[in-house]
């Protein structure tokens, strides 16, 4: 715990940073607050530049591989709404399994 405290307290990933738990716009200053799952996940990706989902479910949610579940997309979901909300410069994709940040052009 102590450990991932120390090393997440501040990520860049495009034009936000992720600053104990809250996104924010590096430009325009919008912000929102991330859960800790929410938080977990973001930083996994911005390490990694690309995920999967079943990493996720089993390493971050810790919910064994064969309980089904929408848990995951729930998050992302949720992820994805908080980037659309600060305006960021990106977007998760994903193709089957796979998760991808794509940084996208803002006029």
């Not at 405290?5 to 607050?33: A, Q, T």
């Not at 977990?40 to 690309?50: A, G, H, R």
């Amino acid at each position: 715990q102590i450990e991932k405290h120390l090393f997440n307290k501040n990520v860049e990933l495009g034009n936000l940073r992720i600053l104990e738990k809250k996104l924010i716009n590096k430009k325009n200053y919008k912000s929102s607050f991330l859960t800790d799952i929410e938080d977990q996940i973001l930083t996994y990706l911005e390490k990694n530049k690309k995920g999967s989902k079943e990493f996720i479910k089993n390493n971050i949610l810790n919910i064994k591989s064969t309980i089904e579940t929408n848990s995951v997309e729930s998050h992302l979901t949720r992820i994805r709404k908080k980037l659309i909300k600060v305006d960021a410069d990106l977007v998760i994709s994903s193709k089957s399994d796979n998760l991808f940040i794509n940084f996208i052009k803002k006029n």
